[in-house]
């Protein structure tokens, strides 16, 4: 049983507004949830980290309904260089050490 | 300049072989991570340890072993018994400080088999 469940891929165009939403039924009480993005042939990248509501840094925002049971990232205006991989991670139920990715969504930016 | 170290980028292992992917951090992290990660594909947790002289098997163990004799140091072993073990493997860690701490990620290892 995945973890967290997201589409397996997007396409947007430059400019565009992005959203990526991510399913986490699971989720335990004290789990944030953290998004991360992904260049080919390299670690994943740190982008932004929610627990409830919306949060806002310089590069997305998080939107986070009530029930926890789910998030959105969303990617203003965005560019050819965002085209990535990006994951959202929930830590286990039985340890907030174990942290499992899921298979992610590619996103793919066209001119 | 801190950071995860992993050497070395690129690794060929003969059949029958066992090999070791270094990871070092100089973050004071407690937490190490390992992930393998096959082309197209997400990453899958092999080993993770949150302390020193302890590690716990993630959901891709079979095959692989690993140390945390130092806190600096979590290195992974591929052994014989890894009948597929052609992949990227990266390293991670975070502090323990909070259970939301990021996880820092190193450059990683692409691993083939000769």
């Known amino acids: 049983l995945a973890k967290t469940t997201q589409p397996i891929s997007m396409d947007s165009y430059e400019g565009q507004e992005v959203n990526i939403t991510c399913s986490h039924n699971n989720i335990a009480t004290n789990d944030y949830i953290t998004w991360y993005q992904q260049f080919p042939s390299q670690g994943p990248r740190f982008i932004i980290q929610g627990y409830k509501t919306k949060v806002t840094n310089e590069v997305a925002s998080l939107f986070i309904p009530a029930d926890r049971k789910s998030s959105t990232l969303s990617l203003p205006r965005v560019s050819l260089s965002d085209t990535a991989v990006y994951y959202c991670l929930v830590g286990e139920e039985d340890s907030s050490y174990k942290l499992i990715f899921g298979s992610g969504t590619r996103l793919l930016v066209r001119p | 300049d801190g950071g995860i170290t992993q050497s070395p980028k690129y690794l060929f292992r003969k059949e029958g072989q066992n090999v070791t992917l270094s990871c070092e951090q100089n973050l004071n992290h407690d937490a190490m991570y390992w992930y393998r990660q096959d082309p197209g594909q997400g990453l899958r947790l092999i080993y993770y340890s949150q302390i020193v002289n302890d590690f716990q098997k993630g959901d891709i163990a079979e095959g692989y072993s690993v140390s945390r004799e130092k806190k600096e140091s979590f290195p992974l072993t591929v052994t014989s018994a890894q009948k597929n073990p052609t992949a990227f493997y990266l390293c991670?860690?975070?502090?323990?400080?909070?259970?939301?701490?990021?996880?820092?990620f190193g450059s990683g290892t692409q691993l083939s088999v000769l």
């Open positions: 991670a860690s975070r502090t323990t400080v909070a259970t939301n701490e990021k996880l820092f």
